[in-house]
């Protein structure tokens, strides 16, 4: 098994481009989550699926959306780069929405200039 | 909404010695407590979770306890070795699992 992919590792953005980062996993896990991860600030919620078809905010969801494409895939889109979304993104997933570990993806880091 | 402090935010400790994280919560609903270990450029990953009707649990050198009166947790890591340099996250759900809420992390560096 894989476990959790994502796409690209690396990206290089201009203010107001658009881009979308892709995750994935193998795990027939039913939750599936994006984060934010910036220095001194630990891991920020950015938005949520507890299951296929559903998808919720988090702590810090303006400027981006989502879509749960089926069990495996959960997509993260910012519609307008800005600086503040420079950052490293971390996808997440596990099996039961209830107590249970989050399996993460190695990152993607992302510079907005 | 749920808040988590970790404290210290940077710890240094000799190859051997014990190191001890603390982080504190604010919503007294939270009842799951998991520890992510994440080393330089890599993903974060889970070494040991608590559940609020524990008091303490211990897997080798780490343990957690937790202490829901005061509305802290602790991680504690015993004779300490040059592999557990990395950065310590805590974390707390309101939702038995669902959502986590982390704290901004600890610093280990494990001197030889």
């Known amino acids: 098994n894989a476990g959790v992919t994502q796409t690209p590792k690396f990206q290089v953005l201009k203010t107001g481009q658009s881009m979308t980062l892709q995750c994935a996993q193998d795990m027939n896990h039913n939750s599936m989550y994006w984060y934010r991860q910036d220095p001194g600030m630990g891991l920020r919620l950015i938005y949520y699926?507890?299951?296929?078809?559903?998808?919720d905010k988090g702590e810090v969801p303006n400027g981006y959306n989502v879509s749960r494409l089926n069990k495996r895939e959960f997509s993260l889109r910012l519609e307008s780069a800005a600086p503040s979304q420079t950052s490293v993104y971390f996808c997440a997933s596990k099996k039961h929405p209830g107590v249970d570990e989050q399996f993460f993806g190695p990152g993607t880091r992302l510079t907005v200039l | 909404g749920e808040n988590v402090e970790q404290h210290p935010s940077t710890l240094s400790v000799q190859e051997g010695d014990s190191a001890v994280i603390k982080c504190t919560y604010s919503?007294?609903?939270?009842?799951?407590f998991p520890w992510y270990k994440q080393e330089l450029g890599k993903r974060p990953q889970l070494i040991i979770d608590i559940r609020s009707n524990v008091g303490e649990k211990k897997d080798q050198r780490i343990a957690v306890t937790l202490n829901k009166t005061a509305k802290h947790f602790s991680l504690h890591i015993t004779e300490t070795q040059p592999e557990d340099s990395a950065v310590y996250f805590c974390a707390a759900s309101i939702s038995y699992g669902q959502n986590f809420v982390f704290g901004p992390g600890t610093r280990l560096s494990v001197l030889p």
């Open positions: 919503d007294s609903a939270s009842n799951y």
């Open positions: 699926s507890a299951s296929e078809g559903t998808t």
